[in-house]
């Protein structure tokens, strides 16, 4: 069984800064790409950063300039570090991995969420 772990979030005022943090535990062979996702009330998950083995990213427009990934390959883990945050980045925020667990068997994968707030 593969468990994406995620830490971090809470309340921040406009303009403050958060770091998430996700861990991957259990049965993994490769770790293709890791990632965050968000999802506002009333709205759909949206993409917001990803990276790849390889250390490729890739951000949401929304959020370039501001939010950083980073990855630890040996651990298994990825961290989101969140600046100049807006009210409107307040959402639950999800940890993303797609990974195989043996050379053949791959899936996706998800954390369950971690609130962030931005308000005054």
């Known amino acids: 069984q593969v468990q994406l772990l995620e830490s971090g979030g809470g309340l921040v005022q406009p303009g403050g800064s958060l770091r998430l943090s996700c861990a991957a535990s259990?049965?993994?062979?490769?770790?293709?790409?890791m990632g965050w996702y968000r999802q506002a009330p009333g709205k759909e998950r949206e993409l917001v950063t990803t990276?790849?083995?390889?250390?490729?990213?890739n951000y949401a427009d929304s959020v370039k300039g501001r939010f950083t990934i980073s990855r630890d390959n040996a651990k298994n883990s990825v961290s989101l570090q969140m600046n100049s945050l807006k009210p409107e980045d307040t959402a639950v925020y999800f940890c993303?991995?797609?990974?195989?667990?043996?050379?053949?068997?791959?899936?996706?994968?998800w954390g369950q969420g971690t609130q962030v707030i931005v308000s005054s």
């Open positions: 993303y991995g797609r990974l195989y667990r043996t050379t053949t068997d791959w899936g996706d994968y």
């Open positions: 259990g049965s993994i062979f490769h770790i293709v790409s």
């Open positions: 990276i790849n083995a390889g250390g490729a990213t």
